[in-house]
């Protein structure tokens, strides 16, 4: 994964993998355009969103919605087996309907924050079997498999948010370090504005050049890094939801609408208008 380049999109509508370690321990904060759902079967791991930070155990499905940063950190050995399944905004939008809304596990805490269910053993080997059928579907070109694999999804996303609604919220420690919290809280609040470190230290009462080191340790990217991605992801979030390029580059923070066709340009591929028309 490019460090400079957090903002991930999903290649197609619908993925669904299963996965042990890839490319290296950790992962750098990133966001995507779309839903994941995350279902940990091996490993020791940290979990870090922008206000929360969790150790996920065997059988903790993990609720992310699009545009959210996350990473995770292998804490010991080699194994990290997951399932993840990644679905755009669009395709939860058409499979929900008045009675049944399959986006509502991914809202039921706070923007930031992490819905993270447990899965007992019965209802593991139920929801690994339906996505290795959504799996098997979604690389096939047999007749019909298009209808199955949304068939499949449409069971795990019934599943998933059958358990968010009756069970109790799991009850875990935040082990997201304050001093990062807050940093991050601060940088979101005054996104569309211009400040510097030597103004998030002021507000914190830190030494910036220690607030930089932390910060970098516990998410992977510098402050930097992720104040320009942070703004990149609001614009894509802006553009998707309809709203002319020049109204994005000044809500997420940028405050040259040339600077900011370039550097969207730089870490997306395609101009804003481009983007937005693709």
Do not use: W
Request: net charge neutral.
């Amino acid at each position: 994964m490019n460090i400079e380049r957090l903002f991930c999109e999903i290649d197609d509508y619908i993925q669904c993998e299963h996965k042990n370690l890839d490319y290296g321990t950790s992962t750098p904060f990133h966001s995507h355009d779309g839903y994941e759902l995350l279902l940990l079967l091996d490993g020791d791991i940290n979990y870090y969103t922008e206000a929360e930070g969790l150790h996920l155990k065997y059988g903790n499905l993990v609720c992310i919605r699009p545009y959210d940063f996350h990473r995770r950190e292998v804490l010991n050995g080699e194994n990290y087996k997951r399932i993840v399944i990644h679905v755009r905004k669009s395709v939860l939008e058409r499979l929900s309907s008045d009675k049944t809304d399959v986006t509502e596990c991914f809202y039921r805490v706070p923007a930031g924050k992490i819905n993270v269910l447990k899965l007992d053993e019965y209802e593991i080997i139920e929801y690994s079997m339906l996505a290795k059928r959504l799996s098997q579907e979604l690389s096939s070109s047999e007749y019909g498999s298009d209808i199955l694999a949304e068939t499949y999804l449409k069971q795990i996303l019934v599943m998933v948010n059958s358990h968010s609604k009756k069970s109790r919220k799991v009850r875990v420690n935040n082990i997201m370090p304050p001093l990062v919290a807050d940093t991050i809280s601060f940088i979101d609040r005054n996104i569309t504005e211009r400040f510097s470190l030597d103004d998030i230290a002021d507000h914190l009462n830190y030494n910036g050049t220690y607030i930089s080191r932390y910060f970098k340790r516990i998410t992977g990217v510098t402050i930097q890094q992720y104040i320009i991605n942070k703004r990149i992801s609001l614009a894509k979030k802006y553009l998707n939801e309809g709203l002319p390029p020049c109204d994005a580059c000044f809500m997420s923070g940028f405050n040259d609408y040339s600077n900011f066709s370039r550097t969207f340009t730089k870490f997306v591929g395609r101009s804003p208008i481009k983007y937005q028309s693709s």
